[in-house]
């Protein structure tokens, strides 16, 4: 896929206050020309980039289920991450130094509107499939109630129309992890916190994953051992792999980010604010999903009046990253009535 980047001419005001001029948008599509393929819109997921061939590798590719040689596929990255898009490591224009904490909080209201700039920007009138788990499920969601008559079909996989408590509670552990980090608070440049992101990074996984998941993969090798080190020495690698790639002030917003989730918010309620979802749409959960367990998303499937149907894993949330085989088998059908 090929990386681009669009710069909003205007001032980008957000939906919780502040403003910003310059906006910038990262994304990538399908290379070459659009032509009469169909449009597949991507949205990622919370440390991920624009590039699904990257972090989505056994489902997008040339050939592949979603093959971005036959589809012109596009993904966004979204408002306040750290790759590509404006974020809180950004260079404010005012002061010439990243924005850090003064950047504006960032809502999945706000990112579905900058997908939309891009739609704008790529003048593309309709979007054949739009689907993305767990934030960009939050984004997906958004998308089609804010622009009902853009979007022909959506799968809604792992991910929620409104932030549960439960949820809320993890994300809120792993601020509370980025801020014990004194280099964090202080704003000491864009590399502040990166010691308390991988705490934060070690709470996230065990969201994400499953006790079987873990027991499955993380059993120590002998049968005498006194002090376990393996689980540990995994949840401090993830912590350091992330800090290699990401930062604390883009995670900590990011966070904040899905907190926001509400699709029913000053729209009379989740209900109606499905009411406004015209298009076809698939809803997908995961039987050891911690975050978003089935019976959570089923309410949802209902009031779009589809069933929910659910893909079997041993490693929880996760699973929509690492089920290719079952979520090639829902994608298909879609695909073949695109």
Not at 18 to 25: C, M, N, P, S, V
Not at 107 to 118: F, K, N, Q, S
Request: charged share 20%; hydrophobic share 35%.
């Amino acid at each position: 896929m090929t990386g681009h980047l669009y710069k909003y001419p205007g001032r980008f005001t957000f939906e919780a206050g502040g403003a910003i001029d310059g906006l910038t948008l990262a994304y990538h599509t399908s290379e070459g020309e659009r032509g009469d393929r169909k449009v597949i819109w991507i949205c990622h997921a919370l440390t991920a980039n624009s590039d699904p061939e990257d972090w989505w590798d056994g489902l997008v590719g040339p050939g592949k289920t979603i093959d971005t040689g036959k589809y012109y596929v596009i993904c966004v990255n979204m408002i306040g991450s750290c790759y590509g898009s404006s974020g809180p490591t950004s260079i404010n224009p005012s002061t010439g130094k990243p924005y850090l904490l003064d950047f504006p909080k960032v809502t999945v209201r706000d990112m579905a509107r900058g997908l939309e700039l891009v739609r704008e920007e790529l003048r593309i009138g309709t979007i054949d499939f739009i689907l993305g788990s767990s934030i960009g499920g939050f984004q997906a969601l958004e998308y089609c109630v804010m622009y009902p008559d853009r979007v022909k079909k959506a799968m809604f996989m792992a991910t929620g129309a409104r932030v549960s408590p439960w949820l809320t509670a993890f994300e809120e552990s792993q601020r509370m992890a980025v801020e014990t980090d004194p280099t964090f608070l202080e704003a000491a440049g864009i590399d502040g916190g990166k010691e308390g992101m991988k705490c934060a990074r070690s709470v996230a996984l065990l969201s994400y994953r499953t006790g079987k998941g873990y027991n499955l993969t993380q059993e120590e090798p002998g049968p005498d051992t006194v002090f376990p080190s393996r689980a540990c020495s995994y949840q401090r690698y993830q912590g350091m792999k992330l800090a290699r790639r990401f930062d604390a002030y883009s995670y900590w917003y990011l966070a904040h980010s899905v907190d926001s989730q509400n699709i029913g918010r000053g729209r009379g309620g989740v209900e109606a604010a499905l009411g406004r979802i015209k298009a076809s749409a698939t809803v997908v959960a995961i039987d050891s999903d911690l975050i978003f367990p089935p019976d959570e998303m089923a309410p949802m499937a209902e009031a779009l009046g589809v069933p929910l149907l659910t893909i079997s894993s041993s490693f929880g949330h996760d699973g929509f990253l690492l089920e290719s085989d079952q979520i090639t088998a829902i994608l298909n059908p879609i695909l073949n009535e695109l």
